[in-house]
């Protein structure tokens, strides 16, 4: 029994370096967002939403898109962490705002959603790879940019080590 403890715990521990290594490698070069993009539009919801408006709190900016299956397991997350803390989503050629509002309400999602729908913000800021978390500090100057999925207590950890 304690031999297949252990093989089971080393094998956990593979995994997870691996996974780590994984995202470290796809991890973009900040430069192409080391500061925070000047978002200012309409989100699908219809409301006008500009990004250097906000609270001098951490912020963070998620882009996604229906068709990710990975996208669609971690926004239950972002949903959770947009209730108390500052989270726009950016969904990257997903189709018309009402189907990106559908999508959302048969998930029982709530959360600010810019439609870019072209691929415009994702391409100038170089983002390729879904779904790609960005977590700016007050100052809007980038401090976490991960590719992949983020549980709700990662993101809040990184969002404690930079409040």
Same mark, same amino acid.
């Given at each position: 029994?304690? #031999?297949w403890l252990r093989e089971i715990l080393i094998g956990l521990v593979l995994i997870f370096l691996i996974s780590l290594l994984l995202n470290t490698y796809r991890t973009y070069d900040k430069k192409s967002f080391d500061t925070i993009p000047n978002l200012q539009a309409r989100l699908i919801d219809g409301s006008y939403y500009n990004i250097h408006q906000l609270d001098n709190k951490p912020i963070i900016v998620h882009f996604w898109a229906t068709?990710? #299956?990975v996208c669609r397991t971690e926004i239950d997350n972002l949903a959770k962490l947009s209730k108390t803390h500052q989270v726009i989503t950016i969904? &990257?050629?997903s189709g018309t705002d009402k189907e990106l509002v559908d999508f959302l309400e048969s998930l029982d999602i709530d959360l600010l959603v810019y439609n870019d729908n072209d691929s415009t913000i994702a391409h100038k800021m170089g983002i390729e790879m879904y779904p790609t978390t960005l977590i700016y500090d007050s100052q809007k100057s980038l401090r976490f940019a991960e &590719?992949?999925?983020r549980t709700t207590a990662g993101l809040k950890a990184r969002l404690k080590?930079?409040?």
């Amino acid at each position: 029994m304690k #031999r297949w403890l252990r093989e089971i715990l080393i094998g956990l521990v593979l995994i997870f370096l691996i996974s780590l290594l994984l995202n470290t490698y796809r991890t973009y070069d900040k430069k192409s967002f080391d500061t925070i993009p000047n978002l200012q539009a309409r989100l699908i919801d219809g409301s006008y939403y500009n990004i250097h408006q906000l609270d001098n709190k951490p912020i963070i900016v998620h882009f996604w898109a229906t068709w990710c #299956r990975v996208c669609r397991t971690e926004i239950d997350n972002l949903a959770k962490l947009s209730k108390t803390h500052q989270v726009i989503t950016i969904a &990257v050629a997903s189709g018309t705002d009402k189907e990106l509002v559908d999508f959302l309400e048969s998930l029982d999602i709530d959360l600010l959603v810019y439609n870019d729908n072209d691929s415009t913000i994702a391409h100038k800021m170089g983002i390729e790879m879904y779904p790609t978390t960005l977590i700016y500090d007050s100052q809007k100057s980038l401090r976490f940019a991960e &590719v992949g999925y983020r549980t709700t207590a990662g993101l809040k950890a990184r969002l404690k080590l930079i409040e």
